[in-house]
């Protein structure tokens, strides 16, 4: 369940995305600065958001957005995905996502 909010949420992203004026820009031209970055610690789950996001990324524009583990790289803007900070979560209802940007990144969370 939690994974089929978190394709759905990201859809929805990306609709909201492309009808607002947003700073935001995840592809363009042909190109991306971006990486989906997930938790070191990351679950079945959030490996699974993941690719699913970046297999959408890359149907809807031709673009292979990278997976990257936090603990390994960090680099560019990011797409994160997973919960990162538990202190984020700690106050979440179960399946409640949240979606917020932060200067140029991107971050979708979730409690359990």
Do not use: H
């Not at 004026?21 to 990351?42: F, K, W």
């Amino acid at each position: 369940m939690k994974l089929n909010l978190l394709i759905i949420i990201s859809l929805m992203i990306f609709s909201i995305l492309s009808c607002t004026s947003s700073d935001i820009v995840i592809i363009q031209n042909e190109t991306s600065e971006y990486s989906i970055l997930i938790p070191g610690n990351a679950d079945s789950l959030e490996m699974k958001a993941a690719a699913v996001l970046q297999y959408y990324l890359k149907k809807i524009s031709d673009v292979q957005v990278p997976i990257q583990d936090r603990n390994i790289d960090k680099s560019g803007t990011c797409i994160y995905i997973g919960n990162f900070e538990q202190s984020l979560v700690d106050n979440l209802n179960p399946e409640e996502i949240v979606i917020t940007v932060s200067e140029n990144d991107l971050m979708i969370y979730g409690g359990d």
